[in-house]
């Protein structure tokens, strides 16, 4: 009688049960579910988690745990879960869950909708109610602006390297054309001896007959390409 008693409880019966099927709070406050369930699950293992599809939702805490904003509370028949300090991107379908060894496990869902705070809460808020809440944001603060300060170092250090690069090439580019003017005289009263022996050297009878033609024109080119850049 007590095996077919069991089975009748896990198949026939909504072993959890959400108290609201809509919820409604205000950023910086907190949202509260209680999910009444049968005593037979009090040693079970109960979930919060968040998602459209109970198949796949993202279990946000287990019990005994809790998080930092997510506080879980088990009494032995009612599951009970208080998020605080809320923000706007906290709006969805959220979903209490007991964990089964061989069935499935039994969820009922409820949404969340987080608006714009106002009234009461934000009243609360300005008389330290939701002092906890600020602390938290005030600790994201430095983690963030460290980021943002390690970022801007790193751009003005890439700029600078560019820059630093870009000068110095121009310097070089500078310091070769002040060479080249400097030698242009020398080697304008040195080119037109030193190619026309090459070209009469390499047109000479002897040399045609040793050397191919392809060849000559390779080489009195490359002389040529060797002078102007020295």
Known sequence: VQSWDLLSLALLSDAMVMDKTVKESFVLGTASASCNYDAHYKHRTKYWCRGYFRDYCHIM????????????????????????????????????????????????????????????????????????????????????????????????????????????????????????????????QASPVNPTSLVSSILDSSVLGAVPHSDLIFRSLQFLNREETA
């Open 61 to 188: 805490a287990l019990t005994p745990n809790s998080t930092d904003r997510v506080a879980l509370k088990d009494t032995g028949s009612q599951f009970i879960i208080t998020v605080s300090c809320l923000t706007k991107e906290d709006t969805g379908w959220y979903w209490c869950g007991i964990q089964r060894d061989f069935a499935r496990d039994d969820m009922d869902f409820t949404e969340l909708i987080v608006t714009d705070s106002r009234g009461g809460q934000a009243n609360e808020f300005r008389s330290g109610k939701g002092r906890g809440c600020q602390d938290v944001k005030l600790a994201l603060i430095p983690s963030r602006m460290s980021i943002l300060i390690i970022c801007v170092l790193l751009t003005s250090l890439g700029i600078i390297f560019i820059i630093s690069h870009l000068s110095k090439r121009r310097r070089s580019q500078r310091n070769r054309r002040g060479k080249g003017l400097g030698r242009g005289p020398q080697n304008s």
